[in-house]
């Protein structure tokens, strides 16, 4: 037994301990981000449990060496125990326009068309669906819907009730443009049909169904856009604000000349661009060009996916890279890009106010 010096911790010294540590990204500390819960104290042993933003961090394990020597240092602790689990925080100006079960939009655009934006798509998508994010795809790419090929499915489940129900691949649900419409027709659609039946992608499917115990919706929704700047951005970005936009592009100058126009498209409709994403570097069509654009443009540089024949055959085989070639060194790229995207989704839902409790009605009208 020991005399003197109190050798009893208790929650509120836990508690104290951890107020001192950063969350990296969002640069606030732990305690007032609401992320430490379940702490539970034995003799010596403290345990508890932070709530990540996203399940895709990429920082948890600074996170949790840090928070761990911070309570190490306790008087009186022998053994502590750091558990994680994850909340997704929502874009809370998508539930204000739509009711839909979404908390977060991010769409895959490019300049031009065949740069891989479908295969980022399905990657990312899948990347944060195996990383335990609640995730969704929706192929809004009316001349060329082929995310259901490269997730492997053909149709979506025969419609019972009001609302049509996402085809399910590797854990992600996928909607497509592709189900609506008879192939080749949609071709010919004008804006108009264009963006009712993106509308209806949104609001008569049941996403993240509850009543399959899905609970409390998609944490994240990737949309496939066509290639281009043209109605489909615009119908999207008038229908439901987007959390964020990517932009795909392979290395060479004219896709980047293209890509720059998909940024700015995307600035002017106020979507904040998460990044540049280069693909299909190598020999053929060179490499650095995507990196060099975004240092040029200000937004951030996603990653370097190579050419490889390999992502070419998952995509014909409905098996993207993440599934079919879990060990390469693209699904890895695809990894990174995705806990880049997920943070940075993190940090922009933290930047904006909370949500207000009701809808605010504006007065419109006389000034
Ligand atoms: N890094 C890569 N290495 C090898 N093949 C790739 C790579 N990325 C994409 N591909 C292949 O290139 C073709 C075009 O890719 P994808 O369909 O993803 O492009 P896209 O931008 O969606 O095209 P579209 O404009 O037609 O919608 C596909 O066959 C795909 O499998
Ligand atoms: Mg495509």
């Known amino acids: 037994m020991l005399f003197g010096k109190s050798t009893h911790v208790t929650k509120e010294m836990v508690l104290a301990a951890l107020s001192k540590i950063q969350e990296p990204e969002l640069h606030r500390d732990l305690v007032t981000l609401n992320m430490v819960k379940e702490i539970e104290i034995a003799e010596g042993d403290v345990s508890f449990t932070i709530t990540l933003t996203t399940p895709a961090c990429p920082l948890r394990n600074q996170i949790e060496s840090e928070a761990r020597a911070a309570v190490a240092k306790l008087p009186g602790v022998r053994q502590v125990t750091v558990k994680f689990d994850a909340q997704v925080r929502a874009d809370h100006r998508i539930g204000a326009k739509l009711n ?6 991010i769409a895959v655009g490019s300049g031009k068309g065949g740069v891989g934006k479908t295969t980022v798509s399905v990657n990312l998508a899948v990347a944060l669906g195996q ?20 997730m492997g499915v053909s149709e979506m489940p025969p419609v ?7 085809a399910t691949a590797y ?19 004008r804006g108009p049909m264009l963006h009712s039946a993106i509308r209806q992608l949104f609001t008569d499917v049941a996403w993240s169904d509850p009543s399959a115990g899905s609970g409390q919706g998609l944490d994240y929704l990737i949309v496939d856009l066509p290639p281009g700047t043209g109605d489909a951005q615009l119908s999207l970005a008038q229908l439901v604000p987007l959390t ?13 000349a293209d890509a720059r126009r998909g940024i700015t498209a995307f600035q002017r409709l106020e979507v904040p661009v998460m990044g540049i994403i280069e693909n299909m570097a190598g020999e053929v069509f060179g490499e650095g060009g995507g990196e060099h654009a975004a240092e040029a ?18 995509g014909d085989a409905g098996e993207p890279a993440v599934v079919a070639q879990p060990d390469s060194e693209q699904a890895a790229v695809f990894r990174a890009v995705a806990q880049k995207v997920a943070a940075q989704v993190s940090v922009l839902n933290a930047r904006r106010p909370a949500a207000p409790r009701s809808p605010i009605k504006l007065e419109m009208g006389a000034s």
């Open 171 to 189: 854990g992600i649900e996928v909607m497509s443009i592709g189900f609506l419409v008879p192939e080749g027709e949609a071709l010919v659609w």
């Open 297 to 314: 443009l200000g937004v951030p540089f996603l990653g370097r996916v190579c050419l490889e024949p390999s992502i070419r055959q998952g």
């Open 244 to 256: 964020g936009g990517i932009i795909v592009t392979t290395p060479q100058a004219v896709s980047l």
């Open 131 to 150: 990383m335990g994010a609640k995730v969704g795809i929706l192929d809004a790419d009316i001349y060329g819907p082929n995310v259901p090929m490269m």
């Open 100 to 105: 839909v079960p979404i908390k977060n939009i």
């Open 160 to 166: 019972v009730g009001e609302k049509m129900t996402p």
